[in-house]
């Protein structure tokens, strides 16, 4: 069965640190990968989204990156985090074709 | 631009009452339609979803209604229990390979005890 794993659970990061969440995907190949960001409230932001290495595609302009750098992993990442970085981080897959999208438990990231 | 509008903000139902969220979309390049439930501190969990050719899915105390026309399509919660107390999102996911999902805003649902 395919599982998605997420990390840290929390993270409090100061102001200009830099910052890396990573998640991973097991059990299914070349999954679609997408990041969104969750801020204060309850809507969800598409941030990045991946259909395969290397391809990295960014919905909003931001102080992040996203990077792939295998089949199965897909990297958050920032040189300097702001203030406004802070928010509940989630990663999800799909497969390509497929309807379903599955999210990780998430990354409580705050920023002080 | 939010292209998935999603009402009321937060509704509260007493337990056994029914639970109604409503959604409508915009772009017309959206092929199915998932509803997921989040509760806090927790990544959202897909309930249920439907495909714009179907007018009702029903699983279980969870049924969508889907009105393709007039682009919208709402969850109802039968019988609802606390334990259903949560935020739920409506989404939209679009055509093409990379399948983005495009969330509405949530509905944070309290049901009574």
């Known amino acids: 069965s395919q599982t998605i794993h997420q990390w840290p659970a929390t993270l409090v990061q100061p102001v200009g640190s830099p910052l890396s969440l990573e998640c991973t995907v097991e059990?299914?190949?070349?999954?679609?990968l997408y990041w969104y960001r969750q801020a204060a409230g309850r809507g969800l932001q598409l941030l990045f989204y991946?259909?395969?290495?290397?391809?990295i595609s960014s919905e909003v302009p931001q102080n992040l990156s996203a990077s792939r750098p295998q089949d199965r992993q897909f990297i958050l990442s920032s040189k300097k985090l702001l203030l406004s970085d802070s928010g509940f981080y989630l990663c999800?897959?799909?497969?390509?074709?497929?309807?379903?999208?599955?999210f990780g438990s998430g990354t409580r990231l705050t920023v002080v | 631009q939010q292209q998935v509008k999603q009402s009321p903000q937060s509704l509260i139902v007493q337990k056994g009452g029914i639970s109604i969220i409503n959604c409508a979309y915009e772009?017309?390049?959206?092929?199915?339609f998932p509803w997921y439930q989040q509760f806090p501190g927790k990544g959202p969990a897909l309930l249920i979803a439907?495909?714009?050719?179907?007018s009702e899915k029903k699983e279980g105390r969870f049924t969508i209604s889907f009105n393709k026309s007039a682009k919208q399509f709402s969850l109802h919660i039968m019988d609802s229990q606390p334990g259903d107390s949560a935020t739920y999102f409506c989404?939209?996911?679009?055509?093409?390979?990379?399948?983005?999902?495009?969330f509405g805003s949530g509905t944070q649902l309290t049901v009574l005890p």
């Open positions: 999800a897959w799909g497969e390509q074709g497929f309807f379903g999208y599955t």
């Open positions: 989404a939209a996911i679009g055509t093409g390979s990379a399948r983005q999902l495009t």
């Open positions: 059990g299914t190949s070349n999954p679609n």
């Open positions: 772009n017309t390049a959206f092929d199915y």
């Open positions: 991946s259909v395969g290495i290397g391809q």
């Open positions: 439907i495909r714009p050719d179907v």
